[in-house]
């Protein structure tokens, strides 16, 4: 049996398709390795490092993957995928992630947590950056660096064959290399402990945007929702100021009404969240019922 004709013709073939997995590899890595890597491009982060408005939007309730193809026309340019206050798993954060990435809308995904592998397990499944709530120190900032960059600049484990380069097999150095200029940490302010340390905060390596969650900070602050109020304006200039001081982007969360938010913009603000699909839906769909009422 051993030296039959079909098994000689099993191994061959199985040692054929073996020459020609490493053949691809090698033709990709030479030739193509370079298109792919331009391929992987965060298009917000690219708008804001020239100084442009990068707006996006939360989802909490979407689940299709649809998402990507419908949101393309709005001129979204990222979108924030939202695990803190949704209830979607990795596996479906990811789907949601993929689809955004395929019409070149930014994916960042909000964790629940500050621990390892609520980053890990999104950054290498799909996400082009993290949102990390309720961060108060710069200590903190520095280990959620290390969580989503990889050596020399963070500890992030290294893994092959990526979706951000459509799986292909790319050298690790190089995976690394422009996984770390492409990858977004963002780092949410919510409690005055956290403006009060904002400016240590800014001055960590890493950190791309510091932004602020209004309705958090605002209630932390005793004043819930109270957007205009002097306190919280003080806030929000205070991150400005440290953004600037530090070359970080500077950045507002939901909350505040639109006229407040353009006074941010001119202040400053550069990452901006304009809403997200539950107020879109209920919006929606109370005006459309509301047009037919008498």
Not at 192 to 219: E, H
Not at 281 to 293: C, D, I, L, Q, Y
């Amino acid at each position: 049996m051993n030296g039959g004709p079909h098994v000689i013709q099993l191994k061959s073939l199985i040692t054929a398709i073996g020459c020609l997995m490493k053949t691809g590899d090698h033709i990709f890595s030479s030739n193509r390795g370079a298109q792919e890597m331009k391929n992987f491009v965060n298009h917000a982060l690219k708008k804001l490092r020239g100084g442009n408005l990068a707006i996006g939007i939360s989802i909490r309730q979407w689940r299709t993957t649809d998402i990507g193809r419908l949101l393309k026309p709005t001129d979204v340019d990222w979108v924030n995928i939202d695990m803190e206050h949704g209830s979607m798993t990795v596996d479906q954060t990811a789907a949601l992630a993929i689809a955004c990435q395929d019409s070149n809308i930014t994916p960042l995904v909000r964790v629940p947590g500050l621990e390892h592998h609520h980053a890990t397990r999104v950054l290498d499944n799909g996400a082009m950056g993290v949102i990390f709530p309720h961060v108060e120190t710069p200590e903190d900032a520095a280990r959620l660096v290390g969580y989503c960059k990889y050596p020399p600049v963070g500890h992030r484990s290294v893994v092959g064959r990526m979706v951000h380069f459509d799986y292909r097999a790319i050298p690790s150095n190089e995976i690394a290399e422009k996984a770390n200029l492409e990858t977004m940490v963002v780092i949410m302010l919510e409690t005055p402990k956290g403006i009060a340390n904002a400016n240590a905060i800014a001055a960590v390596p890493g950190v791309d945007v510091i932004t602020i969650g209004p309705g958090d900070l605002s209630a932390e602050m005793g004043i819930p929702g109270q957007f205009d109020d002097p306190q919280f304006l003080d806030a929000i200039a205070a991150n400005i100021a440290a953004c600037k001081r530090h070359g970080v982007i500077a950045g507002c969360g939901n909350g505040p009404r639109p006229e407040l938010v353009r006074t941010f913009i001119e202040e400053g603000v550069r990452y901006v969240q304009a809403g997200g699909d539950v107020n879109f839906m209920a919006a929606g769909a109370a005006g459309a019922v509301k047009s037919f009422r008498r």
